[in-house]
């Protein structure tokens, strides 16, 4: 998914989003959210319900060099970065 400059697109994008989110999670579940740009890598954690919302700070990571992860797997908690803390494995 590549996110644009205009709020048109942004807002496009939050579509997007909430199509992708209602797809593959329950609103409540607990994402692992990734920012890469080379060795610098950011981790969060957001609710599925919250993704949407989050386009226009994305949009803007992305425009600085990141390169935005999403984790398929939800998390039993935030900041869950194991194996352990996969909510369906």
């Known amino acids: 998914m590549i996110l ?3 709020s048109d697109d942004v807002d496009n994008t939050a ?3 909430r199509q992708f989110v209602a797809c593959l999670y329950d609103p409540a579940d607990i ?3 990734r920012l890469i740009k ?3 890598v950011q981790c969060d954690s ?3 319900a919250a993704l949407p919302e989050a386009a226009e700070r994305l949009k803007r990571e992305n425009d600085t060099g990141y390169n935005v992860h999403v984790g398929l797997n939800p998390r039993k908690h935030a900041g869950g970065r194991s194996a352990e ?3 369906l494995a």
């Open 85 to 87: 803390t996969v909510a």
């Open 4 to 6: 644009h400059n205009s």
């Open 15 to 17: 579509e997007q989003l």
């Open 46 to 48: 957001v609710r599925a």
């Open 31 to 33: 994402l692992d959210l």
């Open 38 to 40: 080379g060795k610098d």
